[in-house]
């Protein structure tokens, strides 16, 4: 089955500790994004990468940091300089080669990190 | 700046009746717009979208959205709802920056009585 993963699908953190959330695709995409959702806000970007090696910052950049060493994979940290790190975070992928204005984002179940 | 308003929170439908979930956008150029759902504790998943051409898009499960530019909105409609659309739904408008980069909306929590 091809398709996005995400894991762990519940996670707990003490604060001060960093956490790292999974993303993993075999969608041969290249592009992928971390999005974070709160109740009531929708989705909000963190982070994205268009090809390995390379990523940029989203939105809300600001106490979380990324990797994308293969193209599968495309981890996230949620470092202790994040204030509220209490969220949903959800994975999506793109295939980069069809035109940014014609295609989709796919999207991973989701993680939920709680913050004790 | 570009932005996607979801003017209602909840919306209680019974079933078989008929269902619109109404979106509005800000964007200057021409958008890219999309319909995602969202069931408890999931992902997204693609409803419809819209690129260009004809303005009425059909999706899954039975879904269809209007783009009507002179109003910036894009309409969610069904003609009967199934108790299994109970779930929060999400527009959001696409904008050609390269990275394909989505602004979404608040969302629309759908519930379906019997």
């Known amino acids: 089955d091809g398709g996005i993963t995400q894991s762990p699908k519940y996670l707990f953190r003490k604060e001060g500790q960093n956490v790292t959330l999974s993303c993993e695709q075999n969608?041969?995409?290249?592009?992928m994004y971390w999005y974070r959702q709160d109740p009531g806000q929708g989705l909000r970007l963190i982070y994205y990468?268009?090809?390995?090696?390379?990523?940029q910052k989203g939105d809300i950049a600001e106490g979380y940091s990324v990797s994308r060493e293969k193209k599968e994979s495309f981890p996230l940290t949620v470092t202790s300089a994040q204030k509220n790190p209490t969220a949903f975070y959800l994975c999506?992928?793109?295939?980069?080669?069809?035109?940014?204005?014609?295609?989709?984002?796919?999207f991973g179940p989701g993680t939920r990190l709680t913050v004790l | 700046a570009q932005s996607v308003t979801q003017p209602d929170i909840h919306i209680t439908v019974s079933e078989g009746a008929s269902l619109e979930l109404r979106c509005n956008y800000s964007?200057?150029?021409?958008?890219?717009l999309f319909w995602y759902v969202q069931s408890p504790g999931q992902g997204l998943q693609l409803l419809l979208k819209?690129?260009?051409?004809?303005?009425l898009v059909q999706g899954i499960k039975g879904f269809e959205a209007e783009f009507k530019r002179s109003q910036s909105s894009f309409n969610l409609r069904k003609p009967s709802v199934h108790w299994s659309d109970a779930a929060e739904y999400f527009c959001?408008?696409?904008?050609?920056?390269?990275?394909?980069?989505?602004?979404f909306g608040t969302g629309t929590r759908l519930l379906v009585s019997p």
């Open positions: 999506a992928s793109r295939n980069r080669l069809t035109p940014a204005s014609t295609d989709t984002q796919y």
């Open positions: 969608l041969n995409h290249d592009a």
């Open positions: 990468s268009q090809i390995v090696n390379d990523f």
């Open positions: 964007y200057g150029a021409t958008p890219y």
């Open positions: 819209y690129f260009s051409g004809d303005t």
């Open positions: 959001a408008v696409g904008m050609n920056t390269g990275f394909q980069k989505l602004v």
